[in-house]
């Protein structure tokens, strides 16, 4: 008895893809009866690539080239494709690496204010809507009242702070620190009042200027500025911490 043995391979194949124009590796499975030509224009969605301007290799599982794909009328089958092949796609229409994943490169869209504010589905409506943050009128009213109670509170304790005073400094979360009262005011960098101290040790953040400008004079990392109610004023001696001695 005669017997006839066929072998039916897997109609579909899983490949590796990559491109001249991203760093990317992606996985796709396509069917072996596909056409060259066929298989470009599927590429196009994946890579791109303008398939009129493509040219394919095909790479070993071990990433080793096997052959050009230049036949747009052969079948992906005719050549030696298995599972986790690589195809590469050379582009020739002039597209470079990272030409679609570099952001940088993309014009940004940028909505003007009016038209914003039109909108019904943004994130400004939802919160007029529901009177969140900002656009909760009392909320905001107690946190502007509370804050300019606040600082008139740093204004009265400022009045009460001479230059040359000896202090002490408590400022949350950081070690008590003593030093000179060096300068009492308001300052440029920030609003409200503010007192210039020059610590007993270099435990500041500038020698008595800020941002260009100049409030006092004292050694570098010796001066910082504080809010006047972080100050206590009183008899704090400077202390001898043996510098002079051998």
Same mark, same amino acid.
């Given at each position: 008895?005669?017997?006839?043995?066929?072998?039916?391979?897997?109609?579909?194949?899983?490949?590796?893809?990559?491109?001249?124009?991203?760093?990317?590796? /992606?996985?796709? *499975?396509?069917?072996?009866?596909?056409?060259?030509?066929?298989?470009?224009? $599927?590429? &196009?969605?994946? @890579?791109? =690539?303008?398939?009129?301007?493509?040219?394919?290799?095909?790479?070993?599982?071990?990433?080793?080239?096997?052959?050009?794909?230049?036949?747009?009328?052969?079948?992906?089958?005719?050549?030696?494709?298995?599972?986790?092949?690589?195809?590469? /796609?050379?582009? *020739?229409?002039?597209?470079?690496?990272?030409?679609?994943?570099?952001?940088? $490169?993309? &014009?940004?869209? @940028?909505? =003007?204010?009016?038209?914003?504010?039109?909108?019904?589905?943004?994130?400004?409506?939802?919160?007029?809507?529901?009177?969140?943050?900002?656009?909760?009128?009392?909320?905001?009213?107690?946190?502007?009242?509370?804050?300019?109670?606040?600082?008139?509170?740093? *204004?009265?304790?400022?009045?009460?702070?001479?230059?040359?005073?000896?202090?002490?400094?408590?400022?949350?979360?950081?070690?008590?620190?003593?030093?000179?009262?060096?300068?009492?005011?308001?300052?440029?960098?920030?609003?409200?009042?503010?007192?210039?101290?020059?610590?007993?040790?270099?435990?500041?953040?500038?020698?008595?200027?800020?941002?260009?400008?100049?409030?006092?004079?004292?050694?570098?990392?010796?001066?910082?500025?504080?809010?006047?109610?972080?100050?206590?004023?009183?008899?704090?001696?400077?202390?001898?911490?043996?510098?002079?001695?051998?």
């Amino acid at each position: 008895m005669d017997a006839s043995v066929s072998v039916v391979s897997n109609p579909t194949v899983n490949v590796r893809l990559t491109t001249t124009i991203s760093s990317f590796e /992606v996985k796709r *499975r396509f069917d072996r009866g596909i056409s060259i030509a066929d298989l470009k224009g $599927k590429l &196009e969605m994946v @890579v791109g =690539a303008p398939s009129s301007s493509m040219d394919l290799e095909l790479y070993s599982t071990s990433d080793k080239l096997l052959q050009k794909m230049e036949d747009d009328n052969a079948l992906l089958g005719s050549y030696p494709v298995d599972d986790d092949c690589r195809i590469h /796609v050379i582009d *020739r229409s002039g597209g470079e690496l990272g030409e679609f994943s570099d952001v940088s $490169k993309v &014009e940004k869209y @940028v909505m =003007a204010d009016e038209d914003y504010e039109k909108k019904a589905d943004s994130a400004r409506s939802f919160m007029k809507k529901q009177a969140f943050g900002r656009f909760n009128d009392e909320e905001m009213a107690k946190k502007k009242a509370e804050t300019l109670a606040r600082e008139e509170e740093h *204004r009265v304790a400022a009045e009460a702070i001479s230059v040359g005073s000896r202090c002490q400094v408590r400022v949350p979360g950081q070690p008590i620190k003593v030093g000179t009262v060096m300068f009492v005011g308001t300052t440029e960098f920030k609003p409200g009042h503010w007192v210039g101290v020059k610590y007993d040790e270099p435990l500041g953040k500038n020698d008595g200027s800020c941002e260009g400008k100049r409030y006092f004079e004292c050694e570098k990392n010796y001066g910082a500025f504080v809010r006047p109610l972080s100050v206590t004023v009183g008899d704090f001696p400077e202390e001898d911490y043996g510098l002079d001695e051998m």
